[in-house]
């Protein structure tokens, strides 16, 4: 259902990086773990910062990004590594926003205004997000 295998995520960081990413694996305090569609992302809470990242895997290469200094390069820097890595290992920890969606569908307009409300006094950014689309 999903094509991602540690042996593809090993051959396209290599051997050094894939070391490094498995090692903060273990040790990383990861948070917003989600899944949207072939693309994961997560927040790595490490000792220099918060880095939000992000692996999309639908293509035949991979698609990365990540927030941290090395996160521009053309390689995966370890947050991208121990990102697959966590799919790999606990995917139940990740939230899938299709699944997400699908609960949303069958609330009542009400309850979905009700929980912006709330999701906005949480996430102010999400209020600019909603008038942006209200004007389009
Ligand atoms: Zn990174």
Known sequence: ????????LEAVAGG????????YAQSAHVTDQLRIGS?????FHGTRGIYG???DVSGRSFQFECTCPLGGSRE???HVIALGLAWL????AFRDLDVTLARLAHMTK???VTL??????????????LDRRRRE
């Open 1 to 8: 259902m999903f094509p991602l295998t540690s042996a593809q």
């Open 16 to 23: 050094h990086t894939y070391r490094q990413g498995a090692r």
């Open 39 to 43: 693309a994961l992302s997560a927040r």
């Open 53 to 55: 990242t992000r692996l």
């Open 76 to 78: 995966p820097c370890k």
């Open 89 to 92: 290992e606990h995917p139940d």
């Open 110 to 112: 009400s309850d979905i």
């Open 116 to 129: 912006l409300r709330q999701a906005a006094q949480s996430l102010p950014e999400l209020i600019r997000l």
